[in-house]
């Protein structure tokens, strides 16, 4: 059922994908689950049209190549992390985090893979799960967790882009650009375009061969030539919780160039933000300047519309340095984790210390708050990791007490 505003909500998207009469027809959604199986990591890769993308435009496509193997992909992707501080909250948001979770708590839900043959080689396709793979990767080769060299999976016969999008509106939220790969990849699934890569085996690992267009966004650009096939809108809104309307606008942001977009992903600019500009036909050294300035100032829909209008984008440029009164911005300093780790611990021990003793039922109103929010299990799911990574912290902590000053000699 569509509410006001075109817009489908989350709780009738995963009610209309329960009912696979009309979903299960279709043979990439028909795969027979056979069980949970543990996999080496090293045996999975990638879907390349995944909309969740998680290595930046340049380590992806060299990684989809054969150039670099996932624990160089990661190295690289860290080494950029340290000199861009809006790439280093990527990789802590989209990788990092989640390698912390898994060390708390391990893996709670298997990834679904589908079995693929490479010449003489099987190897799994990731459907569903590919940061969760990343994270592995991350806790083996960057951390040296040998713990973490296998991975729990579903084995699929099929893989399918709809269980991906199922995966993808329960899971963390997409940036307006996953969302317009999302939208599209069902798009061009439902009017019969072609997947757009093949395999083959490299040296000592699978290589992904991409179309012409297909290493960046140009895949998913040819949906705003598709026709839409008869009755794939409700089946599209139904899988991505999004209204007609809004998809048709999620397609046009593929009228930026590769670099915008790239760009627009990474910072989470929105659809709303993007739309003046991806309707404005502009130059692609326009849309990137221009989306560069939405991040450094965070500007909302009317001023990139404005600036979109300028005849002078110079003048418009120094005009927001004005009135922003800062100039223009300089990079961040980037932040090692332990250091956001450590001054949110103690800011929030400040925080709690000052408000009990000047309202003692604190505990009840966020309590109430929580309750008042119907965000109960999610705080839960908080609060349990927390509670698993504190655990952790006091027995590396007593651990390092216990062993006195010579620990701190011999790791120096």
């Not at 290595?55 to 190295?75: D, I, M």
């Not at 961040?332 to 000052?354: H, K, N, Q, W, Y």
Request: hydrophobic residues 40%.
């Amino acid at each position: 059922m569509t509410r006001r505003g075109d817009k489908v909500s989350a709780y009738d998207a995963l009610e209309g994908l329960a009912q696979l009469s009309e979903l299960a027809r279709r043979p990439d959604v028909s795969g027979d689950e056979h069980g949970v199986v543990t996999l080496p990591i090293r045996d999975l890769l990638p879907d390349p049209l995944q909309a969740r993308r998680v290595l930046p435009a340049g380590l992806r496509g060299r990684f989809l190549a054969g150039e670099l193997a996932p624990v160089e992909a990661l190295n690289a992707w860290r080494e950029l992390a340290s000199e861009d501080a809006m790439e280093g909250e990527v990789l802590e948001a989209r990788v990092v985090r989640l390698a912390r979770s898994l060390q708390a708590q391990e893996q709670i839900n298997p990834i679904t893979v589908q079995s693929v043959r490479i010449g003489d080689h099987e190897r799994y396709m990731i459907e569903t799960g590919e940061r969760r793979w990343w994270a592995h990767w991350w806790l083996v080769g960057l951390e040296k967790d040998t713990r973490f060299e296998m991975i729990q999976a579903v084995v699929v016969a099929q893989a399918s882009a709809w269980r991906q999008a199922a995966e993808n509106l329960q899971g963390e939220p997409l940036s307006a650009v996953q969302e317009a790969c999302q939208v599209a990849r069902l798009v061009l699934l439902e009017g019969g375009t072609s997947p757009g890569y093949s395999l083959k085996w490299g040296e000592s690992a699978p290589v992904v061969e991409l179309d012409e267009g297909g290493m960046g966004y140009g895949f998913y650009r040819r949906a705003l030539a598709r026709r839409i096939p008869q009755g794939a809108w409700p089946l599209i809104e139904q899988a991505t919780g999004k209204g007609t309307r809004y998809c048709q606008y999620l397609l046009g942001l593929f009228r930026l160039c590769d670099e915008a977009l790239e760009t627009a992903d990474r910072a989470g600019i929105t659809e709303s933000q993007l739309r003046p500009l991806a309707s404005a036909g502009a130059t692609p050294e326009r849309q990137q300047r221009i989306v560069r300035l939405v991040v450094q100032y965070g500007l909302g829909r009317d001023k990139v519309a404005s600036l979109v209008g300028a005849a002078d984008l110079d003048a418009a440029e120094a005009n927001l340095a004005d009135d922003h009164g800062i100039g223009l911005r300089k990079p961040r300093t980037i932040r090692s984790p332990e250091t956001i780790v450590l001054d949110r611990l103690a800011g929030m021990s400040r925080l709690l210390d000052r408000t009990t003793r000047s309202e003692p039922s604190i505990l009840q109103v966020v309590t109430r708050r929580v309750v008042e929010d119907g965000s109960v299990s999610d705080r839960l799911a908080e609060i349990e990791s927390l509670h698993s990574f504190l655990g952790l912290l006091i027995q590396e902590l007593d651990r390092e007490v216990s062993a006195g000053p010579a620990s701190s000699d011999t790791e120096s």
